[in-house]
């Protein structure tokens, strides 16, 4: 399974992992922040169309991008 763990304020401690990506194929990505764990969509949300990446960086990259569009989007509520 692939993972990248960061911290923000708005979560603190959170872990982006795509358990069914590998070097191939897209898997879904997931956020898990402490015990709840939900998948991530395009927009910052979490509803929409789920964001997807494939294993090593790609999954670090749509985890940096989704927090930014999250930003944006609480910026704007």
């Known amino acids: 399974m692939t993972s990248y763990t960061t ?8 872990t982006f992992t795509a ?3 590998d070097d191939h194929c ?3 990505v997931w956020i898990e ?6 998948q991530i969509c395009h927009g910052g ?14 999954l670090k990259k ?6 930014r569009q999250r930003r944006d ?3 704007n509520a």
């Not at 922040?33 to 939900?38: F, V």
């Open 45 to 58: 949300d979490f509803m929409g169309n789920t964001v997807t990446a494939r294993a090593g960086g790609d």
């Open 19 to 21: 358990p069914a990506a």
């Open 33 to 38: 922040t402490g015990s709840k764990r939900q």
């Open 73 to 75: 989007w609480m910026r």
């Open 7 to 14: 911290r923000t304020a708005e979560f603190g401690q959170i």
């Open 62 to 67: 749509a985890a940096q991008k989704w927090l």
């Open 26 to 28: 897209d898997g879904y």
